[in-house]
Each structure stands twice: as C-alpha cells, then as structure tokens.
C-alpha cells in the first residue's frame, strides 16, 4: 500500500501533536490527567491500560501504559455532523505512559489526523471543529 505522503515529511504540529512529562507515580498521573481532562471540557467514556491487558494475556512485560479516551460531546457532535466516518477515531485519546520510574508522558494528537486519513472534510466547519478542539487542548496541556 502506497500514503499519498511521506509520513516522515509531517510535523507534530501537521498532526496537533502535543505532549508533556510529569514527574510522579504512574497512578497519580493517570488520575491528574483524568481530573484535568474534565476540568476543561472533556469526558472520559472510556479508559484502559493496554499494558495489564498485554501482560496478563502475553506475558509481555511492559511499563505502565495507560489511555484515556476523551471526548467533548459538543465537538463531537459537530464532527459527526461533518462526516460518519469521524465516529472511527472516536474517542480522542490522552496517553500515558511510563518512560521511567516516577517520570509519565502524556500524548495527545489531534483531530488533523481525521483530514491526512481522508475522512475528515477539507472545508471551514471542519477547520472550526479542529481550531475549538484544539483550544481545549491547549487548555489542557496549559493545565496538566
């Protein structure tokens, strides 16, 4: 299968990539992304750590790794009302992952990627949904 780009020519910012690291327990920082994540806007409808799911049925072995599926109904109504497709990447996920004992990274890419995957519009509503979006998500790096 051939891209229609050269992902290694993209940018965080073609992406909406955003990330941070805080330093304390895995847990803690779980719990601090969740309380700020609803504190600027964002539910949390789904949540689950990849890594216990993966060491318990592959005895993988892996650090804590933790996603927490975000989604602002508001956007996300809008965005539906954009393109179906959108519900696919539904809902926008914060990460976060242990790089090394009491130090988490936490990721977030943004609703771009909708639009460099083809199902996203490339018209004005959709550039609204990505700008509002992506001010909650300023909003959240500012605070987390």
């Known amino acids: 299968m051939s891209l229609a780009f050269d992902p290694a020519e993209l940018d965080s910012e073609d992406i909406g990539e955003k990330q941070t690291t805080l330093e304390m327990d895995h ?12 504190e600027t806007g964002f539910g949390i409808p789904v949540e689950f750590s990849p890594s216990e799911l993966l060491n318990e049925k592959v005895d993988a072995d892996r650090d804590p790794y933790y996603v927490l599926g975000a989604c602002n109904p508001n956007m996300a109504d809008r965005a539906l009302d954009e393109t179906l497709k959108q519900g696919a990447l539904f809902p926008c996920n914060f990460v976060v992952w242990q790089e090394e004992p009491g ?6 890419v943004s609703m771009k990627l909708a639009r460099l995957a083809g199902i996203a519009p490339d018209n004005d509503a959709w550039d609204g949904i990505v700008e509002d979006t992506g001010e909650l998500v300023e909003e959240f790096f500012e605070r987390v």
């Open 27 to 38: 847990g803690a920082a779980v719990e601090h992304v969740r309380e700020v994540a609803e």
């Open 103 to 108: 130090v988490q990274r936490v990721y977030h």
